[in-house]
């Protein structure tokens, strides 16, 4: 369990406990309903409290949340898990290519991310994952232990409060070498996978550079400020210049590169309890930096 504590600060004296945990500590309001009805869970000087009493600048707030439960049933699995960074809220991890990050109906027995979590966090607790990674790529994700930490941090999502910078490889060369990508992605009519840059779509932005170069194959710093699924691929697509190796957008080479060559290298973010900046990077696995040499 996970237990907030928190000294109310003098401008808020005389105001309701609700202002605090919502302005304050930031609890969601599904989050807030939830903990009404929890034995204990808000503290008020260390006695159970209504949203409603009236607190006191000084006063202690004491929050103690519950874990993530999984949802559903997770067969044990052993994956080796690379994890970069762990504390009692969050783990950021080093994902490998070409594993999944959730079970995958059409192949059961093979390994994924959210199964090798459950098993080595234990006893039915499950990690929520802020953003999530293609199966064909690799790098740095954050997994959160609590749904009031996963809010925290989906909230930060594509601000300065959380950043992501990726290393990629595109078929060909890129000119102009910098720019911006603003075109709206939806689904592809007909699938339920593959995305296109279309009018109704929603709005989808990407930062690219490139870093090294020649007629053959562009090395990319990319930076999505966005969300939207395959973006990156997409968006590089849509400029005529497809990820090496992506199958779905480009031409499929397994000779070259047995994955889309997207590689989640850095991550920035300031921790949303302690407040502490954190900052991670995550080298090319050897499949990429293979690549990169050709460029």
Not at 58 to 66: E, F, Q
Not at 89 to 96: A, F, S
Not at 235 to 244: I, K, N, S, V
Request: charged share 25%.
């Amino acid at each position: 369990m996970r237990t907030l504590d928190y000294a109310v600060p003098p401008e808020r004296d005389g105001q309701p406990l609700r202002t605090v945990l919502r302005g304050d500590l930031r609890l969601s309001y599904t989050l807030l309903k939830s903990l009404k009805w929890r034995e204990n869970a808000i503290l008020l000087n260390g006695s159970p409290a209504h949203v409603n009493a009236i607190v006191r600048g000084g006063d202690h707030v004491s929050v103690t949340l519950a874990e993530r439960r999984a949802t559903r049933e997770l067969s044990p699995c052993d994956l080796p898990l690379d994890i970069v960074y762990e504390d009692e809220d969050l783990l950021v991890i080093n994902k490998p290519a070409n594993v999944a990050m959730h079970p995958r109906r059409g192949d059961p027995d093979a390994p994924d991310i959210a199964s090798a979590l459950a098993s080595y966090l234990g006893d039915g607790s499950a990690a929520h994952f802020v953003s999530r990674l293609d199966k064909g790529t690799s790098g740095l994700f954050i997994a959160a232990k609590t749904g009031y930490i996963h809010d925290r941090l989906r909230v930060a999502l594509h601000s300065e409060g959380l950043r992501r910078e990726y290393r990629a490889v595109a078929v060909g060369r890129l000119t102009p070498e910098r720019g911006t990508v603003e075109l709206p992605i939806g689904r592809a009519d007909g699938s339920i996978v593959k995305r296109r840059v279309r009018d109704d779509g929603l709005p989808s932005v990407t930062e690219y550079e490139v870093l090294s170069q020649n007629d053959d194959f562009s090395f990319l710093r990319l930076v999505p400020r966005t969300g939207r699924t395959h973006q990156l691929r997409v968006h590089m697509a849509a400029l005529g210049h497809p990820l090496a190796g992506d199958w779905l957008y480009g031409v499929e080479d397994k000779n070259l590169i047995a994955r889309p060559a997207l590689h989640s290298y850095e991550l920035w973010f300031t921790h949303p309890v302690s407040g502490k900046a954190l900052h991670f990077t995550a080298p090319l696995p050897e499949d990429m930096a293979a690549l990169c040499r050709r460029c």
